[in-house]
T-cell receptor, first 111, second 113 residues
Framework: DAKTTQPNSMESNEEEPVHLPCNHS???????IHWYRQLPSQGPEYVIH???SNVNNRMASLAIAEDRKSSTLILHRATLRDAAVYYC????????????FGPGTRLSVLP | GAGVSQTPSNKVTEKGKYVELRCDPI?????LYWYRQSLGQGPEFLIY????????DSGLPNDRFFAVRPEGSVSTLKIQRTERGDSAVYLC???????????FGPGTRLTVL
């Protein structure tokens, strides 16, 4: 699986939007971009995923660059509950199998 | 509906002992994964099952680690002759099929004294 690069940590104020970047310059054509997050003392939870087009769901939006070498996870209004480690992961979903997690971005949300 | 459950939530053992960690996946999920997470790091893949068979065990660190899923549902991760370096949170995840979203359990925190 291709590697991703994320900032170690970010801070946001409550009720403001948050943009979490991810670089994946070696992404292959069949790699999907997956985002998971891990709240303290919990297992990772699915946030969103996409291939080429931008994606929206009830939790977040995923903006994918046209060349697919980077993407951004957007939380539209951060809440204290959004404080977590966010992982950006690539996986060839034609084959599936395990995820390869990096260290992720630790997001702090300030009241 | 019920998510992935793992038991025990915490396990403290002594160096050299044998431990078993259990995972109950979401009903109907054919794929089951084990990961290990050390403090401050992302989860690290250990093994995954497709049905009853171990489809990829390339992440198991050595032959002290073994996992089974005899009926294609519940899985047990077994660690023999535990070492202090085995201390970590062991996470289980399941998915409907191997290309689908993975749902994680809360993990078992293993501490080897």
């Amino acid at each position: 699986d291709a590697k991703t690069t994320q900032p170690n940590s970010m801070e946001s104020n409550e009720e403001e939007p948050v943009h979490l970047p991810c670089n994946h310059s070696t992404i292959s054509g069949t790699d999907y971009i997956h985002w998971y997050r891990q709240l303290p003392s919990q297992g990772p939870e699915y946030v969103i995923h996409g291939l080429t087009s931008n994606v929206n769901n009830r939790m977040a939006s995923l903006a994918i660059a046209e060349d697919r070498k980077s993407s951004t996870l957007i939380l539209h209004r951060a809440t204290l509950r959004d404080a977590a480690v966010y992982y950006c992961i690539l996986r060839d979903d034609d084959y599936g199998q395990n995820f390869v997690f990096g260290p992720g971005t630790r997001l702090s949300v300030l009241p | 509906g019920a998510g992935v459950s793992q038991t025990p939530s915490n396990k403290v053992t002594e160096k050299g002992k044998y431990v078993e960690l259990r995972c109950d996946p979401i009903s109907g999920h054919t794929a089951l994964y084990w990961y290990r997470q050390s403090l401050g790091q992302g989860p690290e893949f250990l093994i995954y099952f497709q049905g009853t068979g171990a489809a990829d065990d390339s992440g198991l660190p050595n032959d002290r680690f073994f996992a089974v899923r005899p009926e294609g549902s519940v899985s047990t991760l077994k660690i023999q002759r535990t070492e202090r370096g085995d201390s970590a949170v062991y996470l289980c995840a399941s998915s409907l099929v191997i290309t689908d979203t993975q749902y994680f359990g809360p993990g078992t925190r293993l501490t080897v004294l």
